[in-house]
């Protein structure tokens, strides 16, 4: 295995764990905190825009009484946290899409 590789698989647990929960995304800081890893920094910046995106959505929907604007939401939430997951467990730096870019500017300072 070469240096990038291994680097790569280094980062890539933290990658992933950021996206589990709100705690995972605390114990993936913790995880990155001694050995910077740039695919683990990468993704626990884009894992704390996806959780903040569904609990935004999250209260967003809970005022709607129709059940259609709140499942469309939860809906979006979910698949902006798969295309997240999907490219930790690739081991790619995939922005989630429109809002990714900001995510990484917005929480620079994150790992």
Do not use: Q, R
């Given at each position: 295995m070469d240096q990038t590789q291994d680097t790569s698989s280094k980062g890539k647990?933290?990658?992933?764990?950021a996206?589990?929960?709100?705690?995972?995304?605390i114990?993936?800081?913790?995880?990155?905190?001694?050995?910077?890893?740039?695919?683990a920094s990468f993704h626990i910046r884009q894992a704390f825009g996806a959780h903040i995106i569904?609990?935004?959505?999250?209260?967003?929907?809970?005022?709607?009484s129709n059940l259609f604007v709140p499942t469309a939401f939860y809906l979006v939430s979910v698949i902006i946290w798969l295309y997240g997951l999907i490219g930790a467990i690739q081991g790619e730096f995939k922005m989630i899409p429109y809002i990714g870019v900001y995510f990484q500017k917005w929480f620079k300072s994150i790992t």
């Open positions: 647990t933290p990658a992933i764990v996206y589990l929960t709100i705690i995972g995304f114990i993936a800081i913790f995880m990155n905190m001694d050995d910077k890893n740039k695919l569904f609990y935004l959505l999250g209260a967003v929907a809970s005022t709607f």
